[in-house]
Every structure is written in C-alpha cells, then in structure tokens.
C-alpha cells in the first residue's frame, strides 16, 4: 500500500486482494494442503521483515473460516 502525499510503502499487514492475491496464491495453497496433514505438529511460515508473512496468514485466515485459530507472536 503506497501512503497518500508520501514516497513510502505501509509495511503494515493487510488482507490480500486482486492481483496481489493471485501472486500469493501459492503460499495460501501450500498453507491449506499443510493444514490437511495430520502428522504436522508445527507450520512455520519464515520471511524478512514486511515479505508479507501476517498478510498471507491474515488473508488466510479471512478465507477459511472452517479452522479454529489461535495467533501468537
């Protein structure tokens, strides 16, 4: 997200849309397929600081509604 009257980008998460959300395809699906497997104890989602890690779980979570989650950090 590009800020009004300023250079920067917003490093803040945010639920993906539109073309945003198709290039991250990838990681929601892979996300889901994790989730299906029985023996995964853990999933770790790693990535440098504002990657859009919080975003793809944010958007993942906005989307599946049929899992129960619990956010810590």
Request: hydrophobic share 40%; glycine share 6%.
């Amino acid at each position: 997200m590009v800020l009004s009257n300023t250079k920067f980008n917003s490093l803040a998460p945010s639920i993906l849309k539109g073309e945003e959300l198709e290039k991250n395809r990838v990681y929601l699906d892979a996300l889901q397929e994790a989730l299906y497997v029985t023996e995964n104890k853990n999933i770790a989602i790693i990535g440098n600081y504002g990657s859009g890690k919080t975003s793809i779980i944010d958007t993942f979570i906005d989307m599946h509604k049929e899992f129960i989650y619990l956010k810590l950090s």
